[in-house]
């Protein structure tokens, strides 16, 4: 072999890279914001691995960039990121509450029962979205408190647009029919009145069509409450998100990975610093994880 070809062999073989490996899968990136809240987030879905990012902002006020990691198998496994101070947190198996850091606590029954509609209404109104056809859906919801229930009473409407979830996993995907009954239970937040720690019976009732996986909502609370003087009074709030980004394609294995400089803590600094507000994207954080083991 002559002299100038073998060199170029040889340059050829130290520049080479080999590719990282990948899997397919989904990214789906959601902005929403309430008031003066903003909250961006990034899911990166690929078969029973999910990666959550996210950073929050409320007026002067930014969260650290954070991440979560879920692995579900035989034994399931959550790893809870700070990006900024590099360190993690993690959880194997066990109850949901174990590992999302919720104490169990000795709940009763109220003795009253929530009923709650809800109702899917199909407007006609189709448009692409992201290479998908979306449906717009109105959902109305009522909650009916009865006797003796510690719930409030309340009225929802969402204004949403919807596309097929066949894409993706089957945990993310809408669950049931959309119609019949289903009794639950409900605990009670009040913490200092007759209502602590009680639970009431729910009987969630569905009509209308099947949703799929919302791109984009807009959604009006308007709940009743009795004010220090007590007189009833409504009070509404309206919130929204809708997805900025939605690819389909490989996604690089090292996503599901924790880093290697990063240091393993058993509480996040980021926890013992006070959220922008109740709802904070920690409380989101607890409800992916329900949502995706149950």
């Keep these: 072999m002559n002299t100038p070809l073998a060199m170029l062999l040889l340059l050829g073989l130290s520049t080479f890279t080999a590719p990282n490996p990948s899997v397919n899968g989904l990214k789906i990136v959601t902005r929403q914001v309430t008031g003066g809240f903003t909250d961006t987030r990034t899911e ?17 006020h930014t ?24 360190e993690y947190t993690s959880f194997e198996g066990g109850a949901k509450s174990a590992m999302v850091g919720i104490k169990p606590r000795p709940v009763v029954d109220s003795g009253g029962t929530l009923q709650i509609w809800i109702q899917n209404i199909d407007t006609g109104e189709r448009k692409d979205v992201f290479g998908h ?3 717009h859906i109105i959902t109305k919801e009522k909650r009916v408190v009865g006797p003796g229930a510690c719930s409030k009473p309340s009225e929802t409407e969402t204004d949403g647009w919807y596309i ?22 409900e605990v009670a937040a009040g913490s200092n009145d007759k209502c602590f720690n009680k639970m009431d019976k729910i009987e969630l009732h569905r009509t209308g069509v099947e949703t799929g996986f919302p791109v984009k ?19 509404s709030s309206t919130w929204g998100s809708e997805v900025v980004e939605l690819t389909e394609g490989p996604l690089e294995l090292s996503l599901f990975e924790v880093p290697k400089d990063f240091k393993r803590v058993e509480v996040l600094k980021s926890w013992n610093v006070p959220p922008p507000r109740p709802q904070s994207s920690w409380e989101w954080f607890k409800e992916k994880v329900q949502e995706f083991f149950r």
């Design 133 to 135: 056809i979306a449906r």
């Design 217 to 235: 909502i807009m959604t009006t609370l308007r709940s009743q409450i009795t004010d220090p003087e007590g007189k009833e009074r409504v009070l």
């Design 63 to 86: 969260g650290p960039p954070m991440a979560t990691i879920i692995l579900r198998g035989e034994h399931d496994h959550i790893y809870v990121l700070d990006m900024q101070a590099h």
């Design 164 to 185: 097929e979830g066949s894409e993706l996993p089957e945990w993310k995907q809408q669950k049931g029919t959309g119609q019949g009954i289903v009794v639950a239970a």
């Design 44 to 60: 990166y879905i690929a078969g029973d691995k999910l990666r959550n990012e996210w950073h929050s902002q409320m007026r002067d």
